[in-house]
C-alpha cells in the first residue's frame, strides 16, 4: 500500500511560477512510475507528466518546455516544477505511483489556482 501526500498549489498570477512536491509512504521500494495528472472543472483528469525510477519521462505538449518533473528516489518524493503559468493550467492536481506490479495510488490532490 503506498500513500501520497501532495503539497505546493496555491494561487499564482499568469506568468507565475510553482513547485508541487508529492511523497510517497508505504511501500515505496515497490514503485516504479510517478506522475502527476490534473482535472479542471467540467473536464477529464489528464496526464500533466510521468517519471520513471529511472529517470524516463512523459510530458503532455501542452506543458512541455514550461513544466519539469523530477524525483527523488532515495526520498521517494516526486516534483513538479511549473514554469510561465496560464490560466488555463488551473486545475486540481493529483500525485500518482504505479508499482511494478502496475498497482496505481493516488494523493488527495491540491489545489493550482492561476490568475490573469
Known amino acids: 500500500q503506498v500513500q501520497l501526500v501532495e503539497s505546493g498549489g496555491g494561487l499564482v498570477q499568469a506568468g507565475g511560477s510553482l513547485r508541487l512536491s508529492c511523497a510517497a509512504s508505504g511501500s515505496g521500494f515497490s514503485i516504479n512510475a510517478m506522475g502527476w495528472y490534473r482535472q479542471a472543472p467540467g473536464k477529464q483528469r489528464e496526464l500533466v507528466a510521468t517519471?520513471?525510477?529511472?529517470?524516463?519521462?512523459n510530458i503532455a505538449s501542452s506543458v512541455t518546455g514550461r513544466f519539469t518533473i523530477s524525483r527523488d528516489n532515495a526520498k521517494n518524493t516526486v516534483y513538479l516544477q511549473m514554469n510561465s503559468l496560464k490560466p488555463e493550467d488551473a486545475a486540481v492536481y493529483y500525485c500518482?505511483?504505479?508499482?511494478?506490479?502496475?498497482?496505481?495510488?493516488w494523493g488527495q490532490g491540491t489545489q493550482v489556482t492561476v490568475s490573469s
Open positions: 500518482s505511483a504505479t508499482t511494478w506490479s502496475a498497482i496505481t495510488s
Open positions: 517519471i520513471t525510477r529511472s529517470g524516463i519521462t
